[in-house]
Nanobody, 115 residues
Framework: QVQLVESGGGLVQAGGSLRLSCVAS????????MGWHRQAPGKQRDLVAL???????TYADSVKGRFTISRDDAKNTVYLQMNSLKPEDTAVYYC?????????WGQGTQVTVSS
């Protein structure tokens, strides 16, 4: 089993920045993909960004140029640097990892952007 703990969420004004962190622990062997999804009230959970072992990144169009994902495999940690935040970025952000074909999810961290 893999456990994920997110941190760094909170309340910020539009135009501000936040940095989310997610630490993986437990039976870590080879995490192929690390990433973030988000879910706003009444909406489905959507991909925000992901990063592979090789460092290849993918971003949702809505966050390109504003968010940056990175990972530190020595610390089993994935980060999401969020700049130029907008009210529409308000959501619960969920960390996830894929290891040996199985997906693990964190509990989520709330990000609220006020206008």
């Amino acid at each position: 089993q893999v456990q994920l703990v997110e941190s760094g969420g909170g309340l910020v004004q539009a135009g501000g920045s936040l940095r989310l962190s997610c630490v993986a622990s437990g039976s870590i062997f080879s995490i192929a993909v690390m990433g973030w999804h988000r879910q706003a009230p009444g909406k489905q959970r959507d991909l925000v960004a992901l990063i592979t072992t090789q460092g290849t990144t993918t971003y949702a169009d809505s966050v390109k140029g504003r968010f940056t994902i990175s990972r530190d495999d020595a610390k089993n940690t994935v980060y999401l640097q969020m700049n130029s935040l907008k009210p529409e970025d308000t959501a619960v952000y969920y960390c996830y990892v894929i290891q040996l074909g199985r997906t693990y999810w964190g509990q989520g961290t709330q990000v609220t952007v006020s206008s």
